[in-house]
């Protein structure tokens, strides 16, 4: 039975943070009515596709609101969207439904709210440990709001994900690790998700990188930082199923597993992506209109346009499993892919030879010892299979 979740995403923050190259706008007054029915005309729309495509799977696994900041949106709002999934979709007993979230005061007030709408985890952006790296970061909250907001989050909600941003130019090993320590001794959190700084283009700190104002560590000092932290996670029980994420026992992202393990997703609200295995076996792309008044106009009275509506390639398909399964510490079911010739070219039959992927029964993955050079390892295999 395939796995299906929903993702709906709210593009707006309270500023824009300069690393950031999500699909975030600064907030402005908006209409939670007409954003409500745009929401609702997009959920339906996807229903009805799953009908006529006799979409073989009874339940929904997961919700996640994302954004930009969804902590943003109004409870009110948040409850009535779940209730109208809940009317046309059926729930897991164990749904897990996620709320992205801002560690500010606004935060700390609607924690409540948020769990009488029917969210049961959150994710809350943290990114760093100390007053330093958050203003380098740009963040508006510091980390005396960090520790409030979870001091009363921990006793509401027992499925709290946290996102760090690390290996900063600024860190310090020694200091980052005594910090990270210390949080954990703290907080009962069930999932983390440390980042690597990316800069990404079109950023305000791709500019500044450019100009030689900030700067990103060395591989070398990365692979310090990731696998200090890594060890220090799994010392207080955290386990690593994927490269950036740790989790306790049972406590892995169920919406995050179905991206990588390329299962199916419909991506609601503006920018938003989804992804479906057709009844012919076929991968469905659906892709929203990005900036968010384009996506509202398209989405509103009774009507639901998209930019992108696509049949996609074997080869794309097969590539986006590749690279997203590799990301697992499991490894991804070679079952999945129609090709499997590259498995035999000489590239990859070395990287097998130095233990650095492991290929057994139909499992193929990257031995976790080599994942701070991840992307490099998966750009080899890609090069093979499209080569094959
Ligand atoms: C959609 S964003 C988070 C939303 C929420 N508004 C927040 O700021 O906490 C999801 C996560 O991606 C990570 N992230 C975003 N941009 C990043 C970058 N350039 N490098 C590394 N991590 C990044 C951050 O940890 C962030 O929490
Ligand atoms: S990191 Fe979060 S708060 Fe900052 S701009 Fe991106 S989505 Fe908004």
Known sequence: MSKLGIYIHWPYCISK????????????????NNWLEAYKNQ????????????????????????????SLMQPKLIEQILIYINKLFNFDNNIEIT?????????????????????????????GLNDTDLKFLGRLHNSLDTFNILDLMQKKINNISVDLIYALSCQNLK??????????????????SAYQLVIEKGTK????????????????????????????????KFNQYE?????????????????????NWIGIGPGAVSRIWNDKNERIE?????????????????????????K????????????MGLRLNEGLDLNKLQNKTFLYNDDVLKLKKKGIIKIEKNNLRINEDYFNVHDYIVRKIIDNYLSS
């Open 312 to 323: 996609i390639n074997t080869d794309i398909s097969e590539q986006e499993i590749l690279m």
């Open 286 to 310: 659906f892709q929203n209109f990005k900036k968010p008044v384009t996506w509202l106009k398209n989405c509103l009275h009774g009507k639901t346009n998209f930019k992108k509506n696509i």
């Open 43 to 70: 959920i339906k729309y996807f229903k009805e596709y799953l009908i006529i495509h006799d979409f073989n799977s009874k339940n929904l696994s997961s919700i996640f609101f994302g954004g930009g900041t969804p």
């Open 243 to 263: 490269i950036s994420n740790f989790s306790k026992p049972n406590y892995f992202s169920k919406h995050n597993s179905i991206y990588w393990k390329s299962e």
């Open 175 to 192: 200091t980052w690790n005594r910090e990270l320590q210390t949080f954990l001794n703290r907080f009962s959190i069930q999932h983390l």
């Open 99 to 127: 709320l992205e979230s801002n560690p500010t005061n606004l935060e700390l007030n609607r924690i409540s709210d948020f769990r009488s709408a029917g969210v049961n985890r959150i994710s809350l952006g943290v990114q």
């Open 205 to 236: 700190f791709y500019d500044l990188l450019n100009k030689g104002k900030i700067k990103i560590v060395s591989d070398s000092k990365y692979k310090q930082f990731y696998f200090s932290t890594k060890s220090i996670l799994e010392e207080n």
């Open 17 to 32: 943070c300069p690393y950031c190259d999500f699909n975030s706008h600064k907030l402005k007054d908006y209409e939670p």
